[in-house]
């Protein structure tokens, strides 16, 4: 009885809602000082750039550590903004015409948070880390550089092709070219590192180059990082505080936004989002941007059913992307495959699989499951998620396909799909880490991404004519040719259909009035970094 | 002795309307395929939705309104009835069952029995109810019995048996040491049937307010249990007030809907429980 009382008092009071309790103060020039605080309905796992891959943990580990090349920041209403590589620790570059040696000249006078000179050596021997660290994911995007194989083996503690010719140059070769190199180098895990701290320490430590340094961390509930009063570019950084609180539930964030509690607040879930749109005091603060993203619905290929081409063809044919896209309140496009809109090599004439119930059946029953099947199908644990699998899951019904939807958390969701034993058919999705397609296709599609544990490739799906396309387009020098390249692996991945091809989200954000200097960034997503508070 | 026991129930206002509520409760439940043609689990994303795939508001096709997935509110009240209805008595049941083989025990055999029994009791008792509730839901999800109701309703059953037990083994000592059952045993009456036909009659009185009293908490429980999302799959109440949280601004008759439900359901069963309290005492007749 209490529970009820208390939620009717709830909606009493919320029903009188007022409007932004706080306007901006109209300054033109950013002010400096003050703390921003945002939240995350998941935790960050770690602070080791060698090791982060997730979105959360990036939030921290990109304040916290710079590159020699990142994207410029984004810029409030450009959607073009975000997407061009800048010099950032590197005062300049050079890239041989071959393609294969990249030379960088670090800035002057950069340091670490604690004052030591940051060198050449430094960035080597995060390189070498990586490589040689079984736990990091990353050693695969430096598979081209000469003599990482060699360091992943075991076979050397160097890797050859990573020298430094003085302290402040850095001198890259790589064994074969690759168009994405630039981007990868965008990465964290490709930050100066001094050499020292344990891998465990590392987890929840940071000595960085980056904006700002860590304050304390509670891990699970609070990141407090501060101002880096010896960042190379401190005269564009303004907060003296970032406060990042964990695991608070998208609803449970738009209430502490609207008490004033939180300046930000992501991905608002359908109801508020709805609801904020129809305020006109409200809907000035809220940004929506095309992030580069895909959803989906990743099947193990190697697993009947799903082994069979005609199976996961119908089960493309079968789900209705316009009750997917209208579950998302329309802030999402149909995908026909995983290059996001906007993505260089994107093939914009291939149409989504239409919803054809009929010929999905078809093809069931030529697979030989005349009589449909069951399935079990996985979940992280969220509201929208759960949602859009009840969609998926009255669709498949519709075709025979009878689904059973286990939900798991977050983390135990990321390991398990990620095993090559682990569920066979679950949702999955893919953020980019820079933006080529070399981020989409090689990383989850390619043989060389799959692994029996923490596989990218999660549809341990393998097709050699796929990869020698992929192997061809890294290295193709010529951009109108590259592209062709991976338009025709579109086309093969939408035949063979590895995931059901849901849909590219919008990501959508709140944020108080006074936050100026914030834009949601195509890559970086949520960087407060270069933000300040007019108030 | 039932004659004017049910007399004093049926004078009492609360009950008679306690009584007629939980008719009404039944009633619905029993004519479900009339009253609610829709199916409950049936998405209707194309119609059940707005443009903007937001919930309908009531109207003459959904007297309810829709939920989040276009699904008929006023059908899953009427499905969430029986299942709320359904768990709610099998947990009072084992709970029953539980209590009354402990205070029956404990009550009638005494000494380091009734000792041994009682400290366990404490001890289930010294647990806050609800966190006692989440840890049972949550290690019974991991069973086999996941997917089922089984998990709720033994959780609502194990924690819920202390108090009848209590009060049944105060009963029983009574009633084991007063001079009829001491007659009984002197005449070469067996335990079981000193207990089947003196003790048991002389509680069946408190029993069944202890029921009626303990529905009411478990199908409150239920609701707690669903709203934290421990629940069963199915729609309950609980569950259809846990999924329409979020909307409690843009389509408030998610929740208002299951939240009327639930307290016409524990009020009438509150209100029977004490009519049946005061039928059976007639000491605290005012």
Request: one cysteine or more; aromatic letters at 8%; charged letters at 20%.
């Given at each position: 009885?209490?529970?009820?009382?208390?939620?009717?008092?709830?909606?009493?009071c919320?029903?009188?809602?007022?409007?932004?309790?706080?306007?901006?103060?109209?300054?033109v020039?950013?002010?400096d000082?003050?703390?921003?605080?945002?939240?995350?309905?998941?935790?960050?796992?770690?602070?080791?750039?060698?090791?982060?891959?997730?979105?959360?943990?990036?939030?921290?580990?990109?304040?916290?550590?710079?590159?020699?090349?990142?994207?410029?920041?984004?810029?409030?209403?450009?959607?073009?903004?975000?997407?061009?590589?800048?010099?950032?620790?590197?005062?300049?570059?050079?890239?041989?015409?071959?393609?294969?040696?990249?030379?960088?000249?670090?800035?002057?006078?950069?340091?670490?948070?604690?004052?030591?000179?940051?060198?050449?050596?430094?960035?080597?021997?995060?390189?070498?880390?990586?490589?040689?660290?079984?736990?990091?994911?990353?050693?695969?995007?430096?598979?081209?550089?000469?003599?990482?194989?060699?360091?992943?083996?075991?076979?050397?503690?160097?890797?050859?092709?990573?020298?430094?010719?003085?302290?402040?140059?850095?001198?890259?070769?790589?064994?074969?070219?690759?168009?994405?190199?630039?981007?990868?180098?965008?990465?964290?895990?490709?930050?100066?590192?001094?050499?020292?701290?344990?891998?465990?320490?590392?987890?929840?430590?940071?000595?960085?180059?980056?904006?700002?340094?860590?304050?304390?961390?509670?891990?699970?509930?609070?990141?407090?990082?501060?101002?880096?009063?010896?960042?190379?570019?401190?005269?564009?950084?303004?907060?003296?505080?970032?406060?990042?609180?964990?695991?608070?539930?998208?609803?449970?964030?738009?209430?502490?936004?609207?008490?004033?509690?939180?300046?930000?607040?992501?991905?608002?879930?359908?109801?508020d989002?709805?609801?904020?749109?129809?305020?006109?005091?409200?809907a000035?603060?809220?940004?929506?941007?095309?992030?580069?993203?895909?959803?989906?619905?990743?099947?193990?290929?190697?697993?009947?059913?799903?082994?069979?081409?005609?199976?996961?063809?119908?089960?493309?044919?079968?789900?209705?992307?316009?009750?997917?896209?209208?579950?998302?309140?329309?802030?999402?496009v149909?995908?026909?495959?995983?290059?996001?809109?906007?993505?260089?090599?994107?093939?914009?004439?291939?149409?989504?699989?239409?919803?054809?119930?009929a010929?999905?059946?078809?093809?069931?029953?030529?697979?030989?499951?005349?009589l449909?099947?069951?399935?079990d199908?996985?979940?992280?644990?969220?509201?929208?998620?759960?949602?859009?699998?009840?969609?998926?899951?009255?669709d498949?019904?519709?075709?025979?396909?009878?689904?059973?939807?286990?939900?798991?958390?977050?983390?135990?969701?990321?390991?398990?799909?990620?095993?090559?034993?682990?569920?066979?058919?679950?949702?999955?999705?893919?953020?980019?880490?820079?933006?080529?397609?070399?981020?989409?296709?090689?990383?989850?599609?390619?043989?060389?991404?799959?692994?029996?544990?923490?596989?990218?490739?999660?549809?341990?799906?393998?097709?050699?004519?796929?990869?020698?396309?992929?192997?061809?387009?890294?290295?193709?020098?010529?951009?109108?040719?590259?592209?062709?390249?991976?338009?025709?692996?579109?086309?093969?991945?939408?035949?063979?259909?590895?995931?059901?091809?849901?849909y590219?989200?919008?990501?959508?954000?709140?944020?108080?009035?006074?936050?100026?200097?914030?834009?949601?960034?195509?890559?970086?997503?949520?960087?407060?970094?270069?933000?300040?508070?007019?108030? | 002795?039932?004659?004017?026991a049910?007399?004093?129930?049926?004078?009492?206002?609360?009950?008679?309307?306690?009584?007629?509520?939980?008719?009404?409760?039944?009633a619905?439940?029993?004519?479900?395929?009339?009253?609610?043609?829709?199916?409950?689990?049936a998405?209707?994303?194309?119609?059940?939705?707005?443009?903007?795939?937001?919930?309908?508001?009531?109207?003459?096709?959904?007297?309810?309104?829709?939920?989040?997935?276009?699904?008929?509110?006023?059908?899953?009240?009427?499905?969430?009835?029986?299942?709320?209805?359904?768990?709610?008595?099998?947990?009072?049941?084992?709970?029953?069952?539980?209590?009354?083989?402990?205070?029956?025990?404990?009550?009638?055999?005494g000494?380091?029995?009734?000792?041994?029994?009682?400290r366990f009791?404490?001890?289930?008792?010294?647990?806050?109810?609800?966190?006692?509730?989440?840890?049972?839901?949550?290690?019974?999800?991991?069973?086999?019995?996941?997917?089922?109701?089984?998990?709720?309703?033994?959780?609502?059953?194990?924690?819920?048996?202390?108090?009848?037990?209590?009060?049944?083994?105060?009963?029983?000592?009574?009633?084991?040491?007063?001079?009829?059952?001491?007659?009984?045993?002197?005449?070469?009456?067996?335990p079981?049937?000193?207990?089947?036909?003196?003790?048991?009659?002389?509680?069946?009185?408190?029993?069944?307010?202890?029921?009626?009293?303990?529905?009411?908490?478990?199908?409150?429980?239920?609701?707690?249990?669903?709203?934290?999302?421990?629940?069963?799959?199915?729609?309950?109440?609980?569950?259809?007030?846990?999924?329409?949280?979020?909307?409690?601004?843009?389509?408030?008759?998610?929740?208002?809907?299951?939240?009327?439900a639930?307290?016409?359901?524990?009020?009438?069963?509150?209100?029977?429980?004490?009519?049946?309290?005061?039928a059976?005492?007639?000491?605290?007749?005012?």
């Amino acid at each position: 009885m209490r529970a009820v009382a208390l939620l009717l008092a709830v909606i009493a009071c919320n029903t009188m809602d007022r409007g932004p309790r706080e306007h901006a103060a109209g300054h033109v020039t950013p002010i400096d000082g003050g703390t921003l605080h945002y939240a995350t309905k998941d935790s960050v796992r770690t602070l080791d750039p060698a090791i982060e891959f997730d979105e959360v943990s990036s939030y921290a580990v990109h304040a916290l550590f710079d590159t020699l090349v990142d994207y410029a920041p984004a810029v409030r209403g450009d959607l073009a903004s975000g997407h061009d590589l800048v010099p950032h620790l590197a005062a300049r570059y050079e890239v041989s015409p071959d393609g294969l040696t990249y030379h960088f000249w670090l800035r002057d006078g950069v340091t670490f948070s604690d004052g030591t000179p940051v060198v050449a050596a430094d960035f080597a021997f995060a390189f070498d880390r990586v490589l040689a660290m079984p736990a990091s994911p990353f050693a695969a995007f430096l598979d081209d550089v000469v003599g990482a194989r060699d360091v992943t083996a075991g076979r050397a503690r160097r890797c050859a092709g990573i020298t430094t010719p003085a302290p402040n140059e850095l001198v890259i070769e790589l064994a074969r070219p690759n168009m994405a190199f630039l981007s990868v180098l965008t990465m964290s895990f490709a930050t100066p590192l001094r050499p020292g701290p344990s891998d465990d320490e590392r987890q929840h430590t940071a000595l960085g180059t980056g904006p700002f340094v860590l304050a304390s961390w509670d891990q699970g509930r609070r990141l407090i990082l501060e101002r880096n009063p010896r960042y190379w570019d401190a005269a564009a950084i303004h907060l003296d505080r970032l406060e990042l609180t964990e695991n608070v539930p998208r609803d449970t964030q738009f209430l502490m936004f609207e008490r004033g509690e939180l300046d930000a607040a992501e991905r608002l879930s359908s109801p508020d989002y709805q609801w904020i749109m129809d305020r006109p005091d409200w809907a000035p603060y809220v940004q929506h941007r095309t992030v580069m993203n895909a959803f989906g619905s990743r099947m193990n290929v190697t697993r009947p059913p799903f082994d069979d081409r005609r199976v996961r063809q119908a089960l493309n044919y079968a789900v209705d992307k316009d009750h997917e896209l209208k579950l998302l309140d329309g802030a999402a496009v149909a995908a026909h495959g995983i290059l996001p809109p906007g993505m260089f090599g994107r093939d914009d004439t291939l149409r989504p699989y239409p919803h054809d119930p009929a010929k999905a059946r078809a093809l069931l029953a030529e697979a030989g499951y005349p009589l449909g099947l069951d399935l079990d199908y996985v979940i992280m644990n969220d509201g929208e998620a759960a949602r859009l699998a009840e969609s998926l899951k009255s669709d498949l019904a519709e075709v025979g396909v009878r689904v059973r939807i286990t939900t798991l958390s977050f983390a135990t969701y990321v390991t398990a799909i990620g095993e090559r034993g682990g569920p066979a058919f679950s949702k999955s999705s893919q953020l980019a880490d820079f933006a080529d397609p070399v981020d989409f296709l090689d990383v989850r599609f390619a043989s060389t991404s799959i692994h029996d544990e923490n596989s990218n490739n999660d549809s341990f799906y393998s097709n050699p004519e796929l990869d020698r396309l992929l192997a061809a387009a890294r290295a193709e020098p010529d951009r109108a040719a590259r592209a062709a390249m991976y338009r025709r692996a579109e086309r093969i991945l939408y035949d063979d259909a590895p995931w059901i091809w849901e849909y590219h989200q919008d990501l959508t954000e709140v944020t108080q009035p006074y936050v100026a200097g914030y834009a949601i960034h195509p890559i970086w997503l949520r960087d407060f970094s270069r933000a300040w508070l007019d108030r | 002795m039932m004659a004017p026991a049910a007399q004093r129930f049926f004078a009492n206002r609360g009950s008679l309307v306690g009584t007629v509520l939980i008719c009404v409760l039944l009633a619905v439940v029993g004519l479900r395929p009339w009253l609610a043609a829709k199916d409950p689990a049936a998405l209707d994303i194309d119609h059940g939705l707005t443009l903007r795939g937001a919930p309908l508001p009531p109207s003459m096709d959904a007297p309810l309104g829709t939920d989040d997935l276009g699904r008929d509110v006023w059908a899953r009240i009427v499905a969430g009835a029986g299942s709320s209805l359904e768990i709610a008595t099998l947990a009072t049941l084992v709970a029953l069952l539980l209590g009354l083989v402990f205070g029956l025990v404990a009550g009638y055999a005494g000494g380091w029995v009734d000792d041994a029994l009682m400290r366990f009791v404490d001890l289930v008792l010294a647990f806050p109810f609800l966190l006692l509730a989440i840890l049972l839901t949550a290690l019974l999800r991991e069973t086999k019995l996941a997917s089922s109701t089984a998990p709720v309703v033994l959780t609502l059953g194990l924690v819920g048996w202390t108090t009848i037990a209590r009060v049944v083994r105060g009963k029983a000592m009574s009633v084991s040491r007063s001079e009829m059952a001491l007659a009984a045993r002197a005449l070469g009456a067996s335990p079981t049937r000193v207990i089947t036909r003196h003790v048991l009659p002389n509680i069946a009185g408190v029993v069944l307010v202890l029921a009626a009293l303990g529905f009411a908490q478990n199908l409150l429980a239920e609701s707690v249990l669903s709203y934290l999302g421990l629940g069963p799959a199915t729609a309950t109440w609980g569950r259809m007030l846990f999924e329409g949280r979020v909307y409690y601004r843009t389509a408030p008759w998610l929740v208002i809907a299951p939240g009327a439900a639930i307290i016409i359901a524990v009020v009438a069963f509150n209100l029977v429980g004490d009519g049946l309290r005061d039928a059976f005492d007639p000491r605290l007749r005012a």
